[in-house]
């Protein structure tokens, strides 16, 4: 009987935190909209509540919030683009660590960039063949080739820095602020 209250106890833990997470990024991808560099910073940072989530209950739970705030964000916020970015990329945390264990590191980091700069074309495809806003057209043909590659040159990079942030948090999340949240405890 302790058991399965204990399961419950666990289960209602769960559902409670993935479901904050979940809530907050949401907030967050809705008052990204506000700020137009947020485009890409916030899906980033709401990326980054996908790790506790990871790290206390499993991917499983992890996939189940990306997408529950993917689907919000979609259906709620001003800024499609940071929503289908969001979609595209949002989901990193939860890819990276398999993706750590790739040997050689050469060929880790080339899957990585894959990776980052597929991501990117292939929202911009969908985004363009879905939504063919004018402005987000017009802006392209204004790069032109040579800034639209140093665009997502920037972004790949950008991606290399988050990924490092996203090791240094671990620690920072399992030292400091995790000891805090008793209630996350297996054992009572």
């Known amino acids: 009987m302790a058991s399965e ?29 506000v700020i137009p560099i947020a485009t890409y910073a916030v899906p980033m940072l709401c990326g980054t509540l996908l790790l ?30 940071a929503a289908f970015f969001y979609l595209f ?19 880790r980091l080339a899957c990585k960039a894959l990776l980052f700069a597929g991501s990117i074309g292939v929202m911009y495809g969908l985004l363009y063949l879905l939504f063919p806003l004018e402005a987000m057209i017009q802006e392209w043909r204004e790069m032109g080739l040579v800034l639209s590659i140093a665009f997502i040159i920037a972004y790949v990079g950008c991606m290399f820095l988050y990924d490092g942030l996203l090791i240094r948090l671990l620690p920072v999340y399992a030292n400091r602020i995790r000891p805090k949240m008793k209630f996350l405890k297996k054992n009572g």
Request: charged share 20%; hydrophobic share 55%; aromatic share 12%.
């Open 5 to 33: 209250r204990m399961n419950a106890r666990q289960k209602s833990a769960m559902v409670a935190f993935c479901g904050m997470a979940a809530g907050l990024s949401v907030v967050v991808m809705l008052l990204g909209g």
């Open 52 to 81: 506790p989530i990871l790290i206390e209950f499993g991917k499983t739970a992890a996939w189940t919030t990306f997408f529950s705030v993917a689907a919000l964000a979609l259906l709620l916020g001003f800024d499609k683009e």
């Open 89 to 107: 990329i949002g989901y990193y945390p939860i890819v990276k660590w398999p993706m750590d264990r790739i040997k050689p590191k050469g060929k």
